[in-house]
């Protein structure tokens, strides 16, 4: 059953009859590698002005499963995002992290107070987007390297 399918589609990439991306996108492991993550958060203004700001960190993707970290685990100005992508680049990821500034979180959360949220995201065979669940919008670009 490997071997056709394989067959079936070398068959058809060479017949231009589908795309090697909708290949990729068959794979499990088809995200793995190096990407980096641009997270942008504008301000916002409903809960006492919180400073919008924008963190570019690393992620790799190893088995379909992204991680990726800003700042020093642990430390205020840290997070973590974390999750799973579906072979069809569907993903259900998850930030953790601290805060660090008062003045560009939610309600003022306290330096070092820890918070976390859902990001939907989609992904392609060299970029993705996301956007985060929840009260606050924020928009996660990511480009393979």
Same mark, same amino acid.
């Given at each position: 059953m ?34 980096? =993550? ?6 916002? *203004?409903?809960?006492?002005?919180? &400073?919008? %700001?924008?963190? #570019?960190?690393? $992620? ?12 020093a ?25 601290? =805060? ?6 939610? *309600?003022?959360?306290?330096?070092? &107070?820890? %918070?976390?949220? #859902?990001?939907? $995201? ?8 996301g ?15």
């Open positions: 490997r071997v056709t399918r394989r067959f079936a589609a070398a068959f058809a990439v060479s017949f231009n009859l589908v795309t090697p991306v909708a290949l990729a996108a068959e794979d499990p492991a088809a995200f793995d590698g190096a990407w980096e =993550v641009t997270l942008t958060c504008p301000p916002h *203004n409903e809960d006492e002005d919180a &400073k919008g %700001y924008m963190h #570019r960190f690393p $992620a790799e993707v190893k088995g379909g499963v992204l991680r990726g970290m800003h700042g685990e642990g430390q205020p100005g840290w997070h973590l995002l974390t999750g799973s992508i579906t072979p069809d680049g569907r993903a259900a990821l998850h930030l953790d992290g601290i =805060v660090n500034n008062p003045d560009y979180a939610v *309600n003022n959360a306290f330096r070092g &107070k820890p %918070y976390s949220y #859902r990001v939907r $995201a989609t992904f392609e065979a060299s970029s993705g987007s956007q985060r669940i929840g009260k606050r919008k924020c928009d996660f670009r990511f480009q393979r390297k």
